[in-house]
């Protein structure tokens, strides 16, 4: 049981660590421009931002679970549509859009403010704690939760850094980044088919 909630766990944190979100889009930029070395505080810091995150959102769920306990079986459901919608959103993302190599360097804390005001990081950290954290959940489960995540998020920001710098023109093939879209997508439904 323990390596089928670690593989869905990772199904759905992939596709979103991975997807072509703001960190990741300036991570490509940053790749593509040969700014690699000073992406790293930025991409640290949106790391940890998208970690804490999903620490809080494990805990507001958990706190929702403990004062209303239909609301973890609500959580489920909800998480499915949002499967189901941002499977829809990746496909139809369009080719990101870079520029030369001129830009300032971001800190950390850019990173991480970044993460804090995104509002898919939010949703998508409670949904994924009401499907993958036993309720209740324990304050180190929800630590190694939010942990993770930002492992996966730092894996996924550095792999945009990296193709950015080592792709820079083929990257940008409408068949590869189509192939990308479609194949993050039909991983999501996947899993959305699997909890229900």
């Known amino acids: 049981m323990l390596l089928y909630l670690t593989f869905a766990f990772l199904t759905f ?8 979100g703001p960190l ?15 992406a790293a505080p ?3 810091g949106g790391a940890a931002g998208f970690g ?11 706190a929702l679970a403990r004062v209303q306990p239909a609301m973890f079986g ?3 459901y909800l998480a499915m549509l949002y499967f189901l919608w941002l499977a829809y959103r990746i496909i139809q993302t369009d080719l990101p859009s870079v520029g030369g ?16 005001l995104n509002p898919q990081s939010w949703v998508s950290g409670m949904l994924a704690a009401g499907l993958f954290l036993s309720q209740p959940a324990s304050l ?6 939010g942990l993770s995540y930002s492992l996966i998020v730092l894996a996924g920001a550095t792999a945009w850094l990296m193709i950015g710098a080592a792709f820079q023109k083929a990257l940008f093939q409408p068949a590869v980044f189509r192939l990308f879209r479609y194949s993050s997508a039909g991983l999501l439904v996947i899993l959305g088919a699997r909890i229900m």
């Open 13 to 20: 944190a992939g596709p979103l660590a991975f997807s072509p």
């Open 24 to 38: 990741n889009v300036i991570s490509l930029m940053f790749g593509v421009s040969r700014n690699t070395s000073r």
């Open 42 to 44: 930025f991409i640290v």
């Open 52 to 62: 804490g995150v999903w620490l809080v959102a494990a805990a507001l769920t958990d």
């Open 74 to 76: 609500f959580i489920k």
């Open 101 to 116: 190599g001129t830009e300032k360097q971001p800190k950390a804390m850019a990173g991480a403010v970044l993460a804090i």
């Open 140 to 145: 180190w489960a929800c630590i190694l939760f």
